[in-house]
């Protein structure tokens, strides 16, 4: 039998961290609720969590910082929940590497249905290969550094990158020598599920083969396997 999904919960309402945890916890999960991001990180430490709902609004270090923070060294799904529901907040909120957001007032029962959708999705994503301690992750000459985001040329030239091409890059490095269609991409790069007519991950794809000098005609690091996705052509090497 399975284990229940365990939800951390970041709020500094002592109310809706109150709500969500005992409604979170009548429908088979376990939670536990926090109330800025000291508290965050030291449940972080202590325990295993299978995803993070964050406030936007929180006293000290806000939500986008640490769902960046977070981000940078790890793919732990996270749902931010805030009260300011303006498309640019949600815009900034998923580019920082939210999976999904969720604007209050919110229905206890609409969240939960986001957090299964969001738990669906990367549960069905190919096993995460990395180490949770790795500092950097070198592949065919270049360095990717996990904790500034610096990629580096075999030449020693820092290549800059987006917050979206850094988490595609990683989800190649991740899964190296390994098919990854478009919709596991969108899915672990954007925390949403493809239309039939969605190219977006082809566009970032390319971007990225860019940033790596792989644009050619026939991309020798990522390359395209014809009606089923992408796959990085290196090792990767992990340095801790």
């Avoid at 365990?6 to 109330?35: K, S």
């Avoid at 609004?57 to 940078?72: F, I, K, N, S, T």
């Avoid at 749902?79 to 529901?85: D, E, S, V």
């Avoid at 792989?214 to 340095?239: F, M």
Wanted: hydrophobic share 40%; net charge neutral; glycine share 8%.
């Amino acid at each position: 039998m399975s284990r229940p999904e365990n939800i951390l919960i970041v709020d500094d309402d002592a109310e809706i961290r109150g709500l969500l945890r005992d409604y979170l916890e009548r429908n088979g999960m376990r939670a536990e609720a926090v109330a800025d991001g000291r508290g965050m990180r030291s449940a972080l430490q202590r325990g295993r969590f299978d995803l993070v709902i964050l406030d936007l609004m929180l006293p000290g270090e806000d939500g986008l910082v640490l769902c960046r923070d977070l981000r940078a060294r790890s793919n732990l799904p996270v749902i931010m929940l805030t009260a300011r529901g303006e498309e640019t907040d949600r815009i900034v909120g998923l580019e920082m590497g939210a999976d999904d957001y969720v604007p209050k007032p919110f229905s206890p029962r609409e969240l939960l249905a986001r957090i299964k959708a969001v738990l669906r999705r990367a549960q069905s994503l190919p096993e995460d290969s990395t180490s949770s301690d790795a500092r950097s992750m070198r592949f065919a000459g270049w360095n990717l550094d996990l904790a500034t985001r610096q990629l580096t040329s075999p030449e020693g030239v820092v290549v800059p990158l987006s917050s979206g091409e850094y988490r595609l890059l990683r989800v190649f490095l991740e899964h190296p020598n390994r098919v990854l269609s478009r919709d596991q991409l969108l899915d672990l790069t954007s925390g949403r599920e493809a239309t039939s007519f969605d190219r977006s991950i082809d566009v970032q794809v390319g971007r990225l083969r860019r940033r790596l000098g792989d644009a050619g005609r026939e991309p020798v690091l990522i390359k395209t396997v014809r009606s089923e996705g992408y796959l990085l052509a290196a090792a990767v090497e992990l340095q801790k």
